[in-house]
Structures are given as structure tokens and as C-alpha cells.
């Protein structure tokens, strides 16, 4: 079972800590500079260094540890302040509790439900309302220009937090799509595996049970042939689902050591069991035979492997022709029996043909199949190498 690690102590302290340590350094840097720092923070019309500093220090912490949990609060809270601070001879300070508010509302927009964000963005426009109207019973002087623009910053935060909202939402459905077509690409690139390397050993078995079966009495000694066929077959074959399963294990911390996937140096062998189940293959290697990437060392022998599969169960013949040849900037291999033709290979609704191409087209190459006009059947590919592996 993978779990996620612990986060670092320090990242476990809430944000609510971290600013109240940042005012506490404010604070405790200027009472070096001033020896009655405490009395200044409560002067009511002082400087903006005096009880505005404070008031903002105190929002400012309540904001940051509510913000996640209480978020509308957290909203009220420098509005509330706003209202404390209008009376004061720093009339920015008010402006400053604003603005705080703003930034609340934009990531309750951005973090929240739309009820939620609504809500948040229409306390201010509510407050900036209703002491527009106690001015006016008042009959102080009210700007109502003013009290427009400060009434649309609200409006101004919940788009910029509703924008947020929607990046993020794009961004996780991007990553959603990704993760699908990499699970989709995985479960081809199994199934294709699980196909090429089961549904050979399967028909070689298959082969090899019935023609035992058939001499059992007669012929004792092709029977054992046949048998040990079959174990050695059944051998392979588990090792190969125990290194797909190794695969598939590979992210566990105590996944079995990976198995060399099979490559074209394995055809000598796949030539002698395609031997045991009735059927010669003439192998024929032209150009210089040399190291090939694992993808298309890979490709090239389960295109092999199956295009001969299906020689063994479709084509009839006991013949069948395997060349690989070697090119300066790619690899090609091709598969010719002189079989049951259109009859052969395509027929049926198997996934031979398809995962072939597949794995043709993920590397880039050319890939055809089909019967010959002379008759029976070719299979042929054509696999680009990358250029640092090129001669």
C-alpha cells in the first residue's frame, strides 16, 4: 500500500502562526526603536505606526487562521475593522480593512461554492449601503462616487477569484484527461502483451496436446516429445505473466526484480518451439545485427512472434519464410507463409492484426498485412530507430 509522506513540521503549522510570528517581529523590532511602543499601539489618533498597526496586525491574524475553515467570518472580520477604523484621523487604514476584505472574498470565490463567494462578495457592497445611508440621515456629506467605487472593488475580487477558480478547474480536468489516456495506453500496451505472448504459447500447447493425443498409442516416444513441448511452453509462458506481473509492481517497495524483456535475439528459440508445433521457419537476418532499443527490439520480436502464431493456427502450411533486416536508420521485419491466404491470418475477430499496427504506429513505422498475389500471406513492418542509435 503507498502512502503519502508527512509534510514537514513546519508546513503543518497553520498560516494563522506564521503571521501572528510576523506582527510579533514587526512589534518587537520597533520597541527597539521606541521605548513606549505599547503606548503608542493604543493612541486612537496617532500615526499609522500607533493602533492602526495594531488593528491591521490583529485582522490580519484572525484572517489568516479562519480563512480555510470560517471563510465568511474571516470576510466580516476586516469589515468590521473597516468600520472601527473610519472614525481615525488615518483614513487609510480604513482602506487598508477594504482591501483585506477584498482578498478574502477572492479566495472564497476561488476556493468555495458560488452560494459561498455570492455571499462574501455582497457583505461589503452591504456595508459601503448602509453607511452610505447613515451619512445621508446624518446629514454628513457622502461621495457617492466614492462609495460606487469602493462598493465595485468587491465586484473586481470576485472575478479575479472566480477567474482563479476556473484556471483551476481547466487545469484539473486537463490532468483528469491526461491521467485517463495514460491509463487507456497502459491497458492497451498490456492486453497487447498479455495477447502476443499468451496466444502463441496457448496455440504451440494447443498444437502440441492434440498431436500427442492423436499418437498416444502408436507412438509413445513423439507423445513424451509432445508433453515436455508443452511443459517447456507452460515454463516460458508463466515466466513471462511473472515478469508482466513484476511490471505491473514495479511502484511497491518490495516489487521482484524486472526479467529481461524478450527481444529479436529470441527468435533462434521461437524458431525451434514454432518447429515442435509442425511448422519450419526459415529465419534470415540481413545487415549487421546490433543493439536496438528496448521499445523496438521489443515491437519487432511480438510482431514476429504472432504473425508466426498465426501462421501455426490459420495459414495451413508448415512452411513460413522470417526476415529481419537491418537498415542504416530502421529495423524491418517481415513474415511470409504460402498458406491459406485471405482465408489466414485477417480471418476472424482476433486482435493479432490491430495489435500489431498498434504497436507499429506508437513507434512511427510503416506496417501492412495482407494475402500476396501469388498467394498465402505476408506480415511486414517497418520500424524507424532513433537518431543517437542510428549508424
Not at 507499429?360 to 510503416?366: A, I, K, N, R, S
Request: with cysteine; hydrophobic share 50%; net charge neutral.
Amino acid at each position: 500500500m503507498i502512502t503519502d509522506p508527512r509534510p514537514p513540521l513546519l508546513r503543518r503549522l497553520p498560516p494563522g502562526v506564521w503571521v501572528a510570528a510576523f506582527w510579533v517581529a514587526v512589534i518587537t523590532f520597533r520597541g527597539f526603536q521606541r521605548s513606549d511602543e505599547l503606548a503608542h499601539l493604543f493612541r486612537y489618533n496617532g500615526n499609522f505606526e500607533d493602533m492602526p498597526l495594531l488593528v491591521t496586525a490583529v485582522v490580519t491574524i484572525l484572517m489568516a487562521s479562519l480563512l480555510v475553515r470560517l471563510p465568511l467570518l474571516a470576510v466580516a472580520i476586516p469589515l468590521a475593522a473597516c468600520v472601527f477604523t473610519i472614525g481615525m484621523r488615518i483614513q487609510e487604514t480604513a482602506v487598508v480593512q477594504l482591501l483585506l476584505a477584498e482578498v478574502a472574498i477572492g479566495y472564497c470565490t476561488a476556493t468555495r461554492s458560488r452560494a459561498v463567494s455570492l455571499c462574501a462578495a455582497a457583505m461589503p457592497v452591504a456595508m459601503v449601503a448602509v453607511l452610505a445611508v447613515w451619512r445621508v440621515a446624518n446629514d454628513y456629506h457622502t461621495d457617492f462616487v466614492a462609495q460606487a467605487a469602493f462598493a465595485s472593488t468587491a465586484a473586481i475580487a470576485w472575478l479575479v477569484g472566480n477567474t482563479v477558480r476556473q484556471n483551476r478547474v481547466h487545469a484539473e480536468a486537463l490532468r483528469s484527461r491526461a491521467t485517463e489516456q495514460a491509463i487507456t495506453a497502459e491497458r492497451l500496451r498490456i492486453a497487447r502483451e498479455l495477447h502476443d505472448m499468451v496466444a502463441h504459447s496457448i496455440g504451440i500447447i494447443a498444437i502440441q496436446a492434440g498431436m500427442g493425443s492423436r499418437v498416444m498409442d502408436t507412438q509413445p516416444a513423439e507423445t513424451r516429445n509432445a508433453l515436455n513441448a508443452i511443459e517447456a511452453t507452460s515454463r516460458e509462458t508463466l515466466a513471462g505473466l511473472r515478469r508482466m506481473l513484476g511490471a505491473l509492481r514495479q511502484g511497491e517497495p518490495e516489487s521482484a526484480p524486472m526479467e529481461v524483456a524478450p527481444g529479436l535475439g529470441e527468435l533462434d528459440r521461437l524458431v525451434e518451439q514454432t518447429a515442435g508445433a509442425g511448422v519450419r521457419v526459415a529465419l534470415t537476418r540481413l545487415g549487421e545485427p546490433r543493439p536496438l532499443p528496448p521499445e523496438v527490439d521489443l515491437a519487432a520480436y511480438r510482431i514476429v512472434q504472432e504473425a508466426v502464431t498465426n501462421v501455426v493456427r490459420h495459414s495451413g502450411t508448415r512452411d513460413c519464410r522470417v526476415t529481419v533486416d537491418y537498415g542504416p536508420g530502421e529495423v524491418a521485419v517481415t513474415v511470409v507463409d504460402l498458406g491459406a491466404g485471405a482465408a489466414g491470418p485477417s480471418a476472424g475477430s482476433g486482435y493479432g492484426i490491430a495489435g500489431m499496427r498498434e504497436r507499429v504506429g506508437l513507434l512511427h513505422g510503416e506496417f501492412s498485412a495482407g494475402p500476396r498475389p501469388a498467394g498465402g500471406f505476408q506480415v511486414a513492418a517497418r520500424l524507424p530507430l532513433p537518431v543517437e542509435v542510428s549508424p
